[in-house]
């Protein structure tokens, strides 16, 4: 069975940065699209920024020029750079994989706080 495990959520001033890491493992089929998503109290989860296998990356408009997602394919592990973090950041954050037969899978979740 397949697990991800998510890392390094917390609480930061509006204008700091926090990582996330999201580590892939036990999957037996390769993963092509690797992502984050985001669910604020109240509000519908959305995406927050997707990465290929390839490197190709999608943002929400909201956190373009401030957050980063990159990937290690060799430690199947996808981050999140999170910079210049903003109060409406706030929420839990969820990384979410797709394997090559279209299965996605969900972290537990880790909680982001900005306090302004």
């Known amino acids: 069975q397949g697990q991800l495990v998510e890392s390094g959520g917390g609480s930061v001033q509006a204008g700091g940065s926090l990582t996330l890491s999201c580590a892939a493992s036990r999957y037996t089929v390769s993963i092509n699209i690797m992502g984050w998503y985001r669910q604020a109290p109240g509000k519908q989860r959305e995406l927050v920024a997707t990465?290929?296998?390839?490197?190709?990356?999608n943002y929400l408009d909201s956190v373009k020029g401030r957050f980063t997602i990159s990937r290690d394919n060799a430690k199947n592990t996808v981050y999140l750079q999170m910079n210049s973090l903003k109060p409406e950041d706030t929420a839990v954050y969820y990384c979410?994989?797709?394997?090559?037969?279209?299965?996605?899978?969900w972290g537990q979740g880790t909680q982001v706080t900005v306090s302004s």
């Open positions: 990465i290929s296998s390839g490197g190709s990356t």
């Open positions: 979410k994989v797709r394997n090559t037969l279209m299965r996605e899978y």
